[in-house]
């Protein structure tokens, strides 16, 4: 079938000629061991006995293999089944496509159906879903062009979340739905929005700090930095409208704020009214307007 995993069709072949896959593989001239897999299973394959037997290319065999990843740490391809499609799965029960196996698949590329996760969570929030999304795409191009550079901070923002035990390394490939979709919605903004993903992480969690410059030496001077950004993430938004007389004048005992912090204060209040993900534009008109309103600046 379109995309089955080179072991799923093998196991299927063995079902059809009535033997287990084991003897299969040693009859096609693959070794008696674990049933390839990924493409370095294949390194000590027969291939003239395998493409005789099976009427196959060896590319075309190759290219049933999961990919290797040999030059990054970040773990985007499973061995294990953590998802499958139920459709897919209802026709065929014993089908396991390739991309079902990879970190970043969402739904099945064969019928369009939602990919199921081996553990289902319940309470998933919209959000939670829809920046994992984000992150899953950004870990599909990191793989695709091989940037390892992208990589490396992706491999770096799974380090980081199993330090603070919000997930672990393999965390992208988990069948805990829930677990998954944190760590793909982690490498979302650890590599688009870094600071403010590490500066929401440290927000009034002294001991999540301490635990980071203990494992990460070499970047304790840019922790302390972040942690003092985050303590402005939890100061409460001004309350721009108290602050502003019906009359246009400021109220009484109350100073007006410099122009910087006000300029900040409104882009504060634009964002927490639009939401971070609006529109950068519509976001900017809304400060330009809060802002022009708080310091009496006349459009
Ligand atoms: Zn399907």
Redesign the pocket.
Known sequence: MRDELLSSWLGRLAKANYCSVEELCGYLGLGQGRVPECASDLQTANWAMLCGAVQRSPDEIVSMALPDSIHHDVQYVSRHDFQY?????A?SPDLV?RHWRLAWSM???????A?EPKNPAKDVSRRLHARALRGAEVLKTAAAMTDLARLNRISLTLQVISVLKIGRLWSLTSGNKRERLMALAAVGIGTTRPLLGAAIILRGNDPAARELSRVFPEHREMIERIRGLSQDLGRPLPRLVETVHPTGHEAHGLCRPRVSESALQAARQAISELGADANRQALLMRADTIWKRSSGVKS
């Not at 499609?85 to 799965?89: E, S, T, Y």
């Open positions: 499609c139920p459709g897919c799965v026709k496509l739904t099945c590329e064969i019928c369009g159906q990919l």
